[in-house]
């Protein structure tokens, strides 16, 4: 029935405990990100997002962007103007990506596999939705009955990245100020 106990998954705690010695040393509120998905899924160019508008979030004080991308788009790490660890070509398994996200402080993604893995284990997520998501997002609104822990970021105009990474970006703002108190 909807929604589901959550978490309903749980990573492997060897995985986990390796991947937070390894995250440990990195300062601040970790940020995971996923900005592209397949390009053979259909109406993949309305749900993946170029890299530079995730750009801002790491500009914000005390917030580390951690990218999970793998494969199509991993290359735009290249080009990236702010820092960025890139785990991506060490996630061999989804194991390896839920022992990372139990880790992180938020995921925020595209309409990918990384949100569902994440909404399935519990971890916080922020997803960026085109105007017309896929079916499981449904309209107007900004939660998830599948998922208790997602808030979802719709455009409002078709097209337009920018403005749902501002509201993001503000949202991320005042999470991690409401933090440091």
């Not at 259909?42 to 999970?68: C, F, N, T, W």
């Not at 208790?148 to 005042?174: K, M, N, T, Y």
Request: proline share 8%; aromatic share 8%.
């Amino acid at each position: 029935s909807i929604p589901a106990g959550v978490p309903y998954l749980r990573a492997d705690p060897e995985r986990t405990q390796s991947w937070r010695k390894k995250l440990e040393p990195l300062e601040g509120f970790k940020v995971g990100i996923v900005w592209q998905g397949n390009p053979q899924v259909k109406d993949d160019r309305q749900r993946s997002i170029p890299l530079r508008h995730y750009e801002a979030l790491a500009r914000l004080e005390g917030v580390r962007l951690v990218s999970l991308q793998k494969g199509p788009g991993a290359n735009q790490l290249r080009d990236a103007s702010v820092p960025v660890l890139d785990l991506g070509g060490q996630l061999q398994t989804f194991s390896d990506t839920a022992a990372v996200l139990k880790n992180l402080d938020l995921l925020i993604s595209s309409c990918t596999s990384v949100p569902h893995l994440a909404g399935a284990l519990g971890v916080p997520v922020w997803m960026a939705l085109p105007l017309v998501p896929d079916w499981r997002w449904l309209l107007e609104r900004a939660d998830s009955p599948w998922y208790p822990h997602h808030r979802l970021f719709r455009q409002s105009r078709r097209g337009d990245w920018s403005e749902v990474f501002e509201r993001i970006a503000s949202a991320l703002r005042c999470l991690v100020a409401a933090r440091t108190l």
